[in-house]
């Protein structure tokens, strides 16, 4: 497996399939939608009033292909998979959707929490998906976001088991780095957050925990694809959950200075 | 004058009208900008393309008078003065825009840098422009803000004087409140952001300098009206620059918890 950004998407590009975590260790990675102009100020405005679940890092113009996040690369074909989307239901899986775009479709690129995995185990927390070779474990809750015009639905959390030690050292990395979900929405329990069985993902792959480690849950980019389910959206494309798009932005730049007020 | 938020707004519906910097300390203050729905979503993005100038606390429903961030509170008649811009000019400046108010008219609630001027003067940094009784001075920059359709423009700055040792702090203060504009864009010469002389703002009061004071900058929510002029909006109601918005939401909530990753 290439390692580089650009070597990646070009592999993805090729027909190569598979789960972006672990991926370009130290590029932040983003979540895809993309829906037609009719819909993008209430999805846009969703963004901005759920900003936990959908940080936008960028938006594109109708039609574009492009990105500043990733300069060169093709949105339509360079992410490993996509998921096409008709009247709230999902129609395909497919890894190209260049003949499916529409000059009508305004891309919007979210913030993944993939992003924060290479700060925290650099600093040596373990990421138990990673270990297993499997997609991070991915859960609908029983929380609304907040609605925006007529796009609604529940937030999405992704789930990663961490060793009770750990907990606090992974909350602090990632909380400063706002922009891929930052700190997490919850820690323990998965009931609080309405999750029957940790055992039984909504999107992604099961993943075992170890003994001591502790869930901890932080709000997901695919939070959209719910509200395109639950708002019926006449069309959409988006990412598939965790086949992410891999930019050429550092990871770092999405870390929060916060110098020392004292 | 009054000190809580609900009495100040009261005090300005009945038309008392006064720069809002120092009022009702520990409550945010907001920036207004009201456009027809028409431009809404361009606006939107311009936000999103631009948090830092930029950082949106809240959008309205199209016609809605009310914001989350006050409950109770009518938007076009509780903050103490707007403007009126009709084809990108001033059309007027009046303390009361309820009967201007029109149904398509989208509002956005805008982070203010008065939000952390409370706890940076609890910190004992001085705010000059509060010792000397007058509005902050805030100037048009050289730099252009990123274009989001047919919106662009450049970026609008306050300034306040600090005393040298005090530099640091208020910019580590500011830094950890990133919805009210973060940290200061620029520290020290002011030719850096193309303005030519610190005595003659484009917007607000000149202040003066005290010995040894440097001189911070900080983007400005008032950016979006040189936006307006600008972009030669339609229509717009905004407020006027430094009255501002006294909102019912305590400044704390816009400070990130970074918690110390060690």
Same mark, same amino acid.
Request: charged share 15%; net charge negative; hydrophobic share 30%.
């Given at each position: 497996m290439p390692d580089s950004p650009t070597d990646l998407r070009s592999a993805f590009r090729s027909g190569r399939v598979t789960?972006? &975590? $672990?991926? &370009?260790?130290?590029f932040a990675q983003t979540n895809l939608i993309a829906v037609p102009q009719d819909w993008a100020y209430d999805v846009l405005l969703f963004t901005q009033r759920n900003p936990k679940p959908c940080p936008v890092l960028d938006v594109g113009d109708? $039609? +574009?292909?492009?990105?500043m996040l990733a300069p060169g690369a093709d949105i339509t074909t360079d992410l490993p998979l996509y998921r096409v989307w008709k009247d709230g239901e999902l129609a395909d899986e497919t890894a190209d959707v260049s003949s499916l775009w529409r000059d009508d479709l305004v891309a919007f690129h979210i913030g993944c929490s993939f992003t924060f995995e290479h700060p925290v185990a650099a600093a040596g927390v373990p990421l138990r998906h990673v270990e297993q070779g499997s997609n991070v474990p991915m859960y609908v809750t029983d929380r609304e976001c907040r609605p925006a015009g007529r796009v609604s639905g529940p937030m999405v959390v992704s789930m990663r088991p961490v060793p009770e030690h750990q907990v606090s050292l992974a909350a602090a990395i990632s909380a400063r780095m706002p922009a891929v979900h $930052?700190?997490?929405?919850h820690i323990g329990d998965p009931t609080e957050l309405g999750? &029957?069985?940790?055992? &039984?993902?909504?999107?992604g792959d099961p993943v075992n925990l170890e003994p001591g480690d502790v869930p901890m849950f932080w709000a997901c980019g695919v939070t959209p694809q719910a509200a395109v389910m639950a708002s019926r959206l006449p069309f959409a494309i988006t990412h598939a959950p965790g086949y992410m798009l891999i930019t050429d932005?550092?990871? +770092?730049?999405?870390?929060l200075e916060v110098p020392d007020a004292r």
């Open positions: 789960p972006t &975590a $672990g991926l &370009a260790p130290g109708a $039609g +574009s292909r492009t990105t $930052g700190g997490p929405v999750i &029957a069985d940790l055992g &039984a993902p909504d999107f932005t550092p990871d +770092s730049e999405y870390v």
